[in-house]
């Protein structure tokens, strides 16, 4: 039987590695990233994949750098035949890429060459696009730039966030590699190299990406902020103090004014004039407090008509 290591770190990984299971491949060990400190209490918490292996009774390594010479043999000594990476998070040596007789493949969020790197979910939604999808790859040293082996388109719908992508994706992509898996293992797959012609990047985001540039247009902050949307999150200052910005929505109004500049206050929405066209800051996040609604945050003498968002 074909023995395989299993790489992934996110939620987006762990229904790739269940189906692995379920499917009764041989899942020898899974690797992923240590445990981290999370939230305000900084409890260290295991990654999800770590968390699924455990749940299937799966030994789990978890290396701080794989280029560690002590981390980097553990690897090796696995010996598997076949490694499947999903969102590990970690770039693999070459003696890990070559290792394996039939290869690494890699479950990668996007429709390659489009957006090689670590955010292609959110980038995609932040430009706009409609469409997206997984692309199985061989990996090389360089970063998302393999062979191609097979692909499968998923719309963006108008109103979804990074959040909703991840999950859709992510049942794209189980279902991908269940289906392309077989061939790969028996050597009938196609391979297709990537047209380096059309490659688009996306980098890991930024901090000055999650700040909003009132004179965009109110569709391009909007996919902004869906595109950040539930991490790491959109932002804007206020009073000298930032502000989250988790849902918004294009609006009509009939005041104008500068961009950033609050148009209307009331229901369940401030509106706010951009670049191009107005937007509605319906659920927002003060610097210190909850998030709450829009509604919720006008109860209180907090803002006016024709303060600035900047």
């Keep these: 039987m074909t023995k395989i290591v299993f790489m992934g770190t996110p939620a987006f990984s762990a229904p790739i590695l269940r189906m692995l299971v379920e499917e009764g491949y041989d899942v020898i060990s899974v690797v992923t990233q240590p445990d981290r400190p999370v939230g305000r209490k900084k409890v260290l918490t ?35 035949d076949l490694i499947i990476t999903a969102a590990f ?23 390659l060459p489009a957006y090689r790197g670590g955010a292609p979910i959110h980038q995609a939604i932040i430009d706009g696009q409609t469409e997206t999808g997984v692309t199985i790859m061989y990996m090389v040293d360089r970063l998302d730039a393999g062979d191609i082996i097979s692909q499968t388109v998923v719309p963006i719908g108008s109103k979804d966030d990074t959040g909703v992508m991840f999950d859709k994706l992510s049942a794209a992509g189980k279902d991908l590699l269940k289906a392309t898996l077989p061939s790969i293992i028996d050597g009938t797959n196609e391979r297709k ?17 999650e700040r909003i540039d009132w004179t965009q247009s109110a569709q391009a ?32 109004s009939a005041k104008s004014g500068k961009p950033g500049e609050v148009l209307e206050l009331g229901g369940d929405a401030i509106l706010v004039q951009t670049g191009e066209g ?19 945050y006008l109860k209180g003498p ?8 900047v």
């Excluded at 107005?278 to 919720?296: C, F, H, N, W, Y």
């Design 46 to 80: 295991p990654t999800p994949v770590k968390e699924e292996a455990l749940r299937l009774g799966l030994p789990v390594y978890q290396p701080e750098k794989l280029k560690n010479p002590e981390e980097l043999q553990h690897v090796l000594d696995l010996a598997p």
């Design 89 to 111: 998070g970690q770039i693999l040596p070459s003696a890990v890429l070559e290792a394996p007789k039939l290869g690494a493949i890699n479950v990668h969020a996007s429709l």
């Design 302 to 309: 907090k803002i006016q008509v024709g303060d600035l968002f």
């Design 221 to 252: 902050i909007y996919n902004q902020v869906r595109g950040l949307h539930p991490w790491p999150v959109a932002f804007t200052t206020y009073n000298e103090q930032n502000m989250k910005i988790w849902q918004t929505e294009p609006a009509d």
């Design 193 to 209: 190299p990537q047209d380096e012609e059309k490659v688009t990047y996306a980098r890991n985001i930024s901090r000055e990406q």
């Design 278 to 296: 107005v937007l509605a800051i319906t659920e927002l996040q003060p610097a210190g407090k909850k998030r709450m609604s829009a509604d919720d």
